[in-house]
């Protein structure tokens, strides 16, 4: 068994060493967030902030029909 074992992982892990990384998905950007941009902002801090108070609203709406 152990005999078996050691050339599949190491099989494996040359596989993985040389996947290819495909070209249609986009790659993450070098720039940090820029909060001066109203885009950005809005994004990523206005529109989380309010979907959490969405959901403690509705929480709190459902513990009081109950």
Same mark, same amino acid.
């Given at each position: 068994?152990?005999? =078996?074992?050691?050339?599949? /992982? +190491?099989? %494996?892990?040359?596989? @993985?060493?040389?996947?290819?990384?495909?070209?249609?998905?986009?790659?993450?950007?070098?720039?940090? =967030?820029?909060?001066?941009? /109203? +885009?950005? %902002?809005?994004?990523? @801090?206005?529109?989380?902030?309010?979907?959490?108070?969405?959901?403690?609203?509705?929480?709190?709406?459902?513990?009081?029909?109950?």
């Amino acid at each position: 068994m152990k005999d =078996i074992l050691i050339p599949i /992982t +190491a099989l %494996l892990f040359t596989s @993985i060493g040389w996947a290819q990384k495909p070209t249609e998905v986009p790659k993450p950007s070098d720039y940090p =967030i820029d909060l001066s941009n /109203t +885009a950005d %902002l809005i994004i990523y @801090i206005i529109i989380p902030i309010v979907f959490v108070i969405l959901i403690l609203w509705w929480r709190k709406r459902q513990k009081q029909n109950k």
